[in-house]
């Protein structure tokens, strides 16, 4: 069997698998709300932006960083900022072996882990069948990344964890654990209610020329500080985010995944 139609086979039976966990189960974003993303920025089996969620699960306390970060509510991020906050090599010892772990700054890494994911795909022989797929699997997951950036409680202290000042905001961080979920959903529910928003979504798009890693973290920064906004907004007012709040994150995950797969093809 040639390479090129091991490749359909693979993508087929991963495109049903996903088209299953898209119907039965959600996660946040929702699996909707990823799947929405990955699907107008032009992945072609949009659903499988939903897969980090599932990887997460196997090993919640090492991977789940790599979905937030807990800012301060006064943060405003910055190319320098995305840099203090990555994996670092920790060695451990396990029943007399030696392991070489990378572990995740406490306070999340997403915004450093986008900047990872496109520095990745960046650099990959796609010349190679196999980086072929190693490319495919890096798109699906910068998508999921890129669609967590731009849910304002992603960007917001949690519940008595450290954010990334290192202080604990003990009313945000519970407006945040209680509020949290009901925002994963909350685009979902225009997905569902709302026979306009495709043309809403489309009045928000922005024409994202990205050149350079450097362009890639004002972006991400971009991004981060508005959900920042939102989330202490609506922290005060002890409210959802508008449709218009989701609107503009929302588009603007869309926009920046457009132009890394732009970028990188």
């Keep these: ?14 495109s049903v698998f996903f088209i299953f966990l898209f119907i039965s189960v959600s996660y946040a974003w929702d699996c909707k709300t990823h799947a929405y993303i990955a699907k107008r920025a032009g992945i072609r089996i949009p ?3 939903c897969m980090p969620d599932i990887i997460r699960d196997e090993n919640h306390d090492l991977l789940g ?3 937030y970060h807990d800012a301060a509510p006064n943060t405003i991020v ?32 997403l915004y450093w882990k986008i900047v990872d994911l496109y520095e990745k795909m960046k650099n990959l022989d796609r010349t190679k069948p196999d980086n ?3 490319y ?43 509020y949290h979920y009901k925002f994963d959903e909350a685009f979902s529910y225009y997905l569902n209610n709302d026979p306009n928003i495709h043309s809403k979504i489309n009045e928000h798009i922005k024409n994202i ?16 500080n508005s959900a920042i906004k939102i989330a202490n907004q609506c922290y005060l007012e002890k409210r959802m985010p508008s449709e218009d709040e989701l609107l503009k994150q929302v588009s603007w995950s869309i926009s920046l995944l457009m132009a890394i797969i732009k970028s990188t093809n």
């Design 136 to 178: 495919e699997y890096y798109m699906v997951t910068i998508a999921h990344f890129v669609g967590d950036l731009s849910q304002p409680l992603h960007n917001f202290p949690y519940a008595d964890k450290p954010s990334g000042d290192g202080k604990v905001y003990e009313e945000e961080g519970k407006f945040n654990r209680d």
């Design 47 to 49: 659903e499988a932006a």
């Design 132 to 134: 072929q797929l190693a």
């Design 1 to 14: 069997m040639s390479s090129i139609r091991k490749e359909n086979v693979v993508f087929f039976f991963i």
């Design 209 to 224: 020329d990205l050149k350079s890693t450097e362009q890639l973290k004002n972006e991400i920064s971009a991004i981060a």
């Design 78 to 109: 910055t190319a320098d900022y995305i840099d203090r906050f990555k994996v670092s090599e920790v060695n451990i010892q396990f029943e007399g072996n030696s392991f070489r772990v990378l572990v995740p700054h406490p306070a999340g890494i």
């Design 65 to 67: 960083p790599f979905h």
